[in-house]
């Protein structure tokens, strides 16, 4: 800054003149608008043609939060990216999004040996990408080795190295066979054939594998065999999808049979949660993801239809540190479990749309169990027994004392999801009834990644949640050798961490529904009842309004939307 | 003269350096490492060590933080800051798409907030109705006050979701652009309209204007002939210190119309401490920043006799 402007900018100060003027122009400003939208028309008059036969045509504009970093849709870390990944790519398999079956897609059937560690999969022939090549199994080796080992050359990570862990290679042994072989048993995999998420393994064209990171971000060059193919990506702003001409494999489950119904959707990306909402009363789109819960019951009043699908893996847990006191005092972390009131996070922070977690796994996974009447209960008496009997006493502030030492357990959120920070404070609240002073740190989301770092020995409680639709992902979040989120250790006090690795490591060695169910049973066991080391809280969703001549959006496995099957009623 | 230049383009150079160094800096002291923020945040605790160290060394993130220091600024002299971490795209490319964008809504929002500000001070200085006179010279500060936030929101349930004059979000059209514009021009257009208003009071008591009256001047005559011309130096000013508001106020504008530009881009490109790509705007706004204000100190010697001529004192 000049010299100048800084002594232009001091110089004489006038007195403000009639200060009340000002406050009476805001006021009446305000006034007017508050009129405005108390005289604003309710709903709709024109819903268009209502039918029950699918129209085709029309283009969907729909709006979201999140917006896609890259088209690449191999890479991705939100639901934007998830989403329009799965209309512009087909994954090996369908997961029914109700039974939690493995159903044919490209793959038309498939086999495994006993051990689990080689999967053989028949792949339809007549799918082609939109460039006009082939899908066929050298498509699926150069996607799956790209997918794992990402190419340094090219600039593209690792992405599937989690999802495929222990992939060794796949075989091509003729044009329409693919065999997927892995160092160790990986019941898991089949599921991750389906998995749409975040970072899947949707297939893309020898022609985009080839591309450096820098060349994907041309979405025209992003060619896959999905329902849609990109038109055009305005990074944050949005996301064009068209029709693909002579698509006819949408999964057989779905039961939709050739080309999608709407000629393109529009992805808008709209931080604003007042702006997504007023955007689809006035009807400038037809649907919109990320309804807050506030404004649920709002739009069902005019009219619009609330959607939505509980996200499949994990509910919204407290993992509990098993190695740092003081949750590493088994009778803290069952009191934990004990000491808050479910009935009141129902009543007054979730919807409809939301329910309270009976157990870690989320109600639509395969070998959930419900807990509701064991652990997973409000009874603040038993609590208060516990602790007591493990020497905890209550201090002069009513939080409990031992050893000299409070009773304070330290909890690291995230604060992505509305309903994250309200469930907490309650519980915060009940904890604080029996001598727990839980003590909360809910931040977004690059600041939860710096403050992750040091979870081991600063935070007694992470709460987050998982988003895979496998009973396994128990094993490789709390797996001793793996994610271990509840820091089980040889120092875990009471806690057999052999135990725990053979348990949970049992998930991912067989795929009889019967068996699974039976592990699952006792990874939930063990986890909740035995070890208490992660206190379930709240099972997340994922809610859609849309006018009510919007039909079709389909929620899959990983509660991400499919749009093959929508369609709108005025077909425009 | 010339040493003035010299000077002023020196201390330019100097600022954005070191609007380099301290985003570099800030970066780094940051807790978080950049390539953790590639991943999900739920799955963090899941990533192979071996897949962490991978994608760090995809970025260069692996290598010590003063040889990645002086690698970005020897690249960045030849103009190269390298590719978003993020999406992949090259920097320059990534600000200068979203560049224009920006600039339009600035530019505009500036040039309304300065019509604003000066049918403000001339109803305030023109008019003879004392109650007009105040009603006029009270906004200046009502406009300030108004956070750009909810007079976005306001301006949205109004114009947007009631009447359907405008669309409520995206960068369509010059339709689009209406609605930003006005938000961001309110609180602009405040301190200009006030200091005018000051300038212009201040000027009309002045000896000069005495003269002219004297001389059978009209109210108006001066007004337009006299007291604009001198009014105006002061605004000019305090326009280059303004730039700094708009952007500032492009970020919340940006995110309120769901609109492209760097405001956003710069917001995320901080929250996924997206380093290439922090630095690559910082640099960028740094420049301009000081550009404007390198421009303003070389205009005024040429609009303002008084300081050509200490200037001219000082060199002799």
């Known amino acids: 800054m000049s010299e100048l402007s800084k002594s232009i900018e001091s110089a004489e100060k006038a007195k403000p003149k009639w200060p009340w003027a000002a406050g009476a122009a805001a006021l009446v400003l305000i006034a007017g608008v508050a009129w405005f939208g108390a005289t604003r028309a309710a709903g709709e008059d024109d819903a268009g043609a209502q039918s029950s036969e699918p129209v085709s045509g029309g283009t969907l504009e729909f709006a979201l939060i999140d917006y896609q970093r890259s088209p690449d849709p191999q890479w991705g870390t ?11 790519t087909d994954k090996l398999t369908w997961q029914d999004p109700d039974t939690g079956e493995i159903t044919p897609w490209l793959a038309e059937s498939w086999e495994y040996n006993d051990d689990l560690t080689e999967f053989t999969f028949h792949l339809r022939d007549d799918v082609t990408f939109s460039d006009g090549t082939p899908f066929d199994s050298e498509v699926v080796k150069a996607n799956f080795d790209q997918y794992v080992h990402g190419d340094e050359a090219l600039g593209i990570n690792p992405n599937g190295a989690q999802l495929l862990s222990g992939y060794i290679e796949t075989l091509t ?24 998420a975040n970072a899947q393994p949707g297939f893309l064209s020898l022609s985009t594998l080839a591309l450096s990171a820098e060349e994907r971000t041309d ?60 955007s689809l009363v006035s009807g400038e789109l037809d649907a919109t993801l990320d309804v807050g819960t506030t404004d649920e019951q709002p739009l069902k009043d005019q009219g619009f239809e609330i959607i939505s699908r509980g996200v499949s893996g994990t509910s919204i847990f407290f993992n509990l540190n098993s190695s740092l006191f003081p949750t590493n005092d088994i009778a803290v972390r069952k009191a934990i479990q004990l000491g808050w009131n479910r009935e009141a996070i129902e009543d007054t922070v979730l919807t409809d749309s939301y329910s309270i977690a009976d157990s870690v796994l989320a109600p639509s996974v395969q070998g959930h169990a419900d807990y509701s009447d064991s652990v997973l209960r409000y009874d603040p008496d038993e609590a208060n027994r516990l602790l007591d009997e493990a020497g905890w006493t209550v201090g002069d502030d009513g ?52 403050a992750f770092a040091t979870a081991a020995t600063d935070w007694n409680v992470v709460a987050a949640n998982r988003s895979r639709n496998d009973p396994a992902v128990l094993n490789l ?12 250790t040889a120092d875990s006090t009471g806690v057999d961490a052999a135990e725990v690795t053979e348990v949970l490591g049992k998930l991912e060695t067989t795929l009889d529904p019967a068996l699974r169910d039976e592990y699952a049973k006792a990874a939930q066991d063990l986890l909740l009842e035995k070890y208490a080391l992660v206190s379930p809280v709240y099972n997340p969703s994922q809610v859609i309004a849309h006018a009510d001549y919007v039909h079709g959006i389909v929620f899959d496995a990983q509660s991400r939307n499919h749009f093959v099957d929508a369609w709108k009623g005025n077909g425009k | 003269m010339l040493r003035y230049a010299a000077l002023k383009t020196g201390r330019a150079l100097f600022v954005v350096w070191a609007a380099f160094t301290l985003t570099f800096v800030l970066l780094f002291v940051l807790p978080a490492n950049p390539e953790d923020l590639l991943f999900d945040p739920t799955e963090l605790n899941t990533i192979p060590e071996e897949v962490r160290e991978q994608v760090a060394a995809n970025y260069g993130f692996d290598e010590p933080v003063v040889v990645q220091y002086f690698q970005r600024l020897g690249h960045a002299l030849a103009g190269d800051f390298g590719n ?16 224009p964008s920006t600039l339009i809504l600035s530019a505009g ?83 200009i309209a006030q200091l005018l208003v000051r300038r212009f009071t201040a000027e009309l008591e002045s000896g000069y204007v005495t003269t002219s009256r004297a001389k059978g001047a009209t109210r108006d005559q001066i007004v337009k ?89 000082a060199t002799a």
């Open chain 1, 78 to 88: 939100n639901y934007a990216e998830s989403t329009i990944g799965n209309n512009i």
């Open chain 1, 173 to 196: 042994p003729d044009p329409y066979t693919a065999v997927v072989r892995f160092e160790h048993p990986l019941a898991s995999f089949l599921q991750a054939s389906s998995f749409t």
């Open chain 1, 219 to 278: 979405p025209t060059k992003i060619i896959g065999t999905g329902p849609f193919v990109y038109e055009s990506w305005e990074e944050q702003v949005k996301t064009v999808l068209v029709k693909r001409e002579g698509y006819d494999w949408s999964p057989p489950a779905l039961g939709h049979d050739g080309e999608a119904y709407l000629d393109r959707i529009v992805f808008n990306t709209i931080p604003e949660a007042s702006v997504r909402t007023g």
């Open chain 1, 399 to 450: 939080i409990r004392v031992k050893d000299g030492k409070r009773l304070e357990v330290k909890l690291l959120g995230i604060n992505n999801l509305v309903v994250n920070k309200p469930a907490y404070e309650s519980i915060q609240q009940d904890l604080k009834a029996i001598g727990i002073d839980l003590q909360l740190t809910v931040v977004p989301i690059p600041d939860y990644t710096a």
């Open chain 1, 477 to 488: 979040l709390y797996g001793p050798t793996l994610g271990n989120a509840s820091y089980v």
């Open chain 2, 84 to 99: 978003s971490v993020q999406s992949g795209k090259p920097v320059t490319e990534a600000v200068l798409g979203v560049l």
């Open chain 2, 109 to 191: 929002a500036l040039a309304l907030a300065a019509l604003i500000a000066y049918a403000i001070a001339l109803t305030a200085t023109s008019t003879r109705r004392p109650w007009l006179r105040n009603l006029v010279e009270s906004l200046p500060s009502a406009a300030v006050s108004v956070p750009v936030f909810l007079s976005g929101i306001l301006l949205l349930q109004v114009f947007a979701f009631r009447l359907g004059w405008f669309p409520a979000f995206g960068s369509d059209g010059p339709a689009s652009l209406v609605l930003p514009l006005v938000t961001l021009a309110i609180p602009v257009s405040g301190p």
């Open chain 2, 225 to 313: 002939g006299d007291v604009f011309r001198n009014a105006s130096l002061p605004a000019l000013t305090i326009t280059g210190v303004t730039f700094g508001n708009l952007i500032a106020g492009s970020v919340i504008t940006e995110t309120v119309f769901a609109r492209e530009g760097i405001g956003r881009l710069t917001q995320t490109a901080i929250n996924t401490l997206d380093v290439p790509l922090v630095q690559g705007i910082v640099v960028l706004v740094a420049a301009s920043f000081a550009l404007i204000n390198l421009a303003v100190d070389l205009v005024y010697p040429l609009l303002d006799p008084r300081l050509r001529a200490t200037l001219a004192a």
